[in-house]
């Protein structure tokens, strides 16, 4: 019953953008702290950005500060991930995640449920 489901990846070219969406069949999804990572060949699962459960602090990884822009709806039970100017290093599997709110948001075992991920590959 409980689940997450991304949508909205697939080939881009390089400096293009993308919007993934991952809706939440979560009962208490309004208190869920939501995230997104992703795993990109021969890679480790890695943090890419986090949000409140209202929506009023997002948190991004350094790395990619300025081009991802985290947002949610819970209206909608729905996280999206905007990303934009994307490289070939953005070319993974992301996940969306949720979980409680914790100092290490951007450590995936603080997580409690994950989507089954999206591809996103960028075209150089």
Do not use: H
Request: hydrophobic share 30%; glycine share 10%; with cysteine.
């Amino acid at each position: 019953q409980e689940q997450l489901v991304e949508s909205g990846g697939g080939l881009v070219q390089a400096g293009g953008s993308l919007r993934l969406s991952c809706a939440a069949s979560i009962r208490t999804f309004s208190s869920a702290f939501m995230a997104w990572f992703r795993q990109g060949p021969g890679k480790e699962r890695e943090f890419v950005a986090a949000i409140t459960r209202t929506g009023n602090t997002p948190y991004y990884a350094d790395s990619l500060q300025g081009r991802v822009t985290i947002s949610r709806d819970n209206t909608k039970n729905t996280v999206w991930l905007r990303m934009n100017s994307l490289k070939p290093e953005d070319t993974a599997v992301y996940y969306c995640a949720a979980g409680r709110y914790s100092s290490t948001y951007f450590l995936e075992s603080g997580y409690d449920y994950w989507g089954q991920g999206t591809q996103v590959t960028v075209s150089s």
